[in-house]
């Protein structure tokens, strides 16, 4: 059964939306550090959903909140955000771009879904889009950065599938304020500890941080789960390719940055490859 062109349109806001953080980042969260926007970004939007939905887990469902929070958020959003202060943001857009490849094979593991050489070649040709997209010859590559981009994407590849397969029984709105809660409150005590304090913040890092929280973390994440429950892992996780798509068209167009004919071929390349994913799933 295909998947229904709505449920794809919907989950594809998710790293749409995501595309903008390296610009709002970078641009207007300077001297904030990558521990702190993680939990500035989570926390207050899970208590957002959470006071919305006003219901708590049950049962094994306060452990699993917990770890999904973690892979899902804490950690990953961590790494997120160590990659894009060290890295460029093309260098971080593609180490995070290996991330539909790690779930073809995570979801076989742990769902025991066939892996199917078109989700293969989709993620490769993804993959080659991406690094056409975002890198340049002057790419500067930091270790524990790169190391971070690679961290990040398999413990959201990670989390994506074990959504998938444990299933919440409740709504995605509540689930997903259970998971970003849990991820912001394991984030506290890292922060507190690793990080310094928070700088006084000006109305542009309101602004963003707003944006980061609100439309970046509770909307998108609500949009996000639900494409995991009713897609394919490999289909869903193509969609992440349009992230770094988005940054480069955002930063054509607010930053005055120029578009290569390279940088065209990878965009070509990188809807070839969702399309292509798209193709993929016998079965939801």
């Keep these: 059964m295909r998947p229904h062109r709505s449920d794809i349109a ?3 806001l ?3 939306i995501w595309g903008s953080t390296y610009i709002v980042t970078t641009e207007f969260l300077k001297g904030f550090s990558p521990l702190t926007v993680a939990l500035l970004r989570a926390l207050p939007a899970g208590l957002l959903l959470l006071l919305i939905v006003r219901r708590l887990p049950t049962g094994i469902w306060w452990w699993r909140s917990f770890v999904l929070g973690a892979l ?5 959003l961590s790494m997120l955000f160590v990659a894009a202060y060290r890295l460029p943001g093309g ?3 593609t180490v995070a771009a290996v991330q539909p490849l790690i779930v073809v094979f995570i979801a ?3 769902l025991k879904t066939p892996i199917r050489p078109v989700a293969v070649v989709a993620a490769l040709v993804g993959i080659a889009g991406v690094a056409l997209l975002v890198l340049t010859p002057q790419a500067a590559l930091d270790e524990i950065g790169i190391a971070a981009g690679l961290a990040g994407a398999i413990s959201m590849a990670f989390g994506n599938v074990l959504a998938r397969k444990w299933k919440s029984p409740e709504t995605m709105l509540t689930s ?3 998971q970003l809660t849990a991820g912001g409150l394991l984030l506290v005590p890292v922060a507190l500890v690793l990080e310094p304090s928070i700088p006084v913040p000006t109305i542009p890092n309101l602004f963003a941080l707003a944006w980061l929280s609100v439309i970046g973390a509770a909307l998108t994440y609500v949009l996000w789960f639900r494409g995991v429950a009713r897609l394919e892992s490999s289909a869903v996780s193509a969609l992440l390719f349009l992230s770094p798509l988005t940054a480069v068209v955002l930063g054509w167009v607010f930053l005055g940055q120029a578009l290569s004919a390279f940088q065209l071929a990878g965009i070509l390349l990188v809807i070839g490859s969702i399309w292509l994913s798209q193709r993929a799933p016998k079965g939801a």
Excluded: G
Aim: glycine share 0%.
């Design 14 to 16: 998710a790293p749409v």
């Design 91 to 93: 260098v971080a857009a």
């Design 10 to 12: 919907l989950t594809a």
């Design 108 to 110: 076989a593991l742990l």
């Design 176 to 178: 997903t304020a259970w």
């Design 72 to 76: 899902n958020i804490s950690f990953f």
